[in-house]
């Protein structure tokens, strides 16, 4: 592992691996290949992040692509800024094909080494941007659902589409004439990521919750008109990203009072009272 001041670059042992099998199989200049496209496609979006201002912690490199982390865990960062820095990394891999096209329209490379050095480019841009979670695609859908719903549906819509489409693709992958066993652990490692990012969206919310609790909400105010009956966290699971957000409480079609975003996190973090009706704070 190499580091700078306040990014490292890892790679993980299976890594090494895979190398070793692509000497043995003869494919080791096709594996390098795709290796160091999948760096400049993770510095695509870590360099597009920079620019938003976003902090990244390491790239690491897996034995089945690469992985850019940012320190921004619990949904911090807008989901607008998140669709362009997820679509950064095909653009580098689209734009690297072009310039395979162009230099070997200019006679300036082999035509089968950049028609090679294109198709390698643009599977990675197209695998990259199927909607699965972690991938940039499952990442789209992720900003897009939390633009649309609140961050707790929006947990469910992305893991649980990203599961169903990993199993799909990992049954197309098992039962191609040819299956190829590096794409076959691929679609279970995709599937497992997402199967666990639904098994754990109920923890990913509390995180969001919490981390909120500890530096406020922003962005526009969203009004939600709740029931006096509901509870604490029935109420904040009505919480959008990129919002603060006021409760406006009804009973009986008649206004009851309203309670901030704040004061229901103050319930739930300070007052350990997840459980507690909304017309009980009001009143309390």
């Known amino acids: 592992m190499s580091s700078a001041p306040g990014f490292s670059f890892r790679v993980h042992p ?14 080791f200049v ?9 760096v400049m496609h993770e510095l695509g979006h870590v360099w597009t992040g920079r620019a938003y201002g976003w ?3 390491a790239l690491t490199l897996f034995p089945f692509g690469g992985v850019a982390e940012t320190d921004d865990e619990v949904g911090q960062y807008s989901p607008r800024e998140e669709i362009v820095v997820a679509l950064a990394g095909p653009a ?15 006679e300036l490379w082999p035509e089968a080494w950049a028609r090679q050095f294109a198709a390698a480019n643009l599977w990675l841009a197209g695998f990259n941007l199927l909607p699965i979670w972690p991938l940039d ?7 897009v ?3 649309a719903c609140p961050y707790r549906l929006a947990l469910t819509i992305t893991f649980g589409w990203s599961a169903s489409v990993a199993l799909l693709v990992l049954v197309w992958a098992w039962t191609a004439p040819q299956p190829r066993l590096h794409l076959l652990l691929l679609c279970l490692w995709l599937y497992r ?10 923890l990913r919310f509390f995180r969001f919750l919490f981390a909120r609790w500890r530096r406020g909400g922003d962005g526009p105010l969203r009004v939600v008109r709740a029931d006096s009956s509901w509870t604490v966290l029935e109420a904040l699971r009505h919480i959008k990203r990129g919002r603060h957000h006021r409760f406006e409480l009804r009973a009986g079609g008649r206004r009851t009072g309203a309670l901030t975003e704040r004061r229901l996190l103050d319930a739930l973090f300070r007052d ?8 009980e704070l009001v009143k309390g």
Do not use: D, Q
């Not at 395979?100 to 200019?106: F, L, P, S």
């Not at 350990?272 to 017309?279: F, G, Q, S």
């Open 145 to 147: 659902a939390s633009l």
């Open 14 to 27: 299976l890594f090494w691996l895979v190398i070793g099998a692509s000497v043995l199989t003869g494919a």
């Open 193 to 202: 990521e997402a199967a666990s990012g639904y098994h754990e969206r109920r």
């Open 137 to 143: 695609g499952g990442r789209v859908v992720h900003a």
């Open 92 to 106: 580098v891999n689209g734009a690297m094909a072009g310039v395979a096209w162009v230099c070997a329209a200019g």
């Open 55 to 57: 902090r990244f912690r």
């Open 30 to 38: 096709e594996t390098v290949l795709l290796l160091s496209l999948v």
């Open 272 to 279: 350990k009272a997840p459980a507690r009706r909304l017309l």
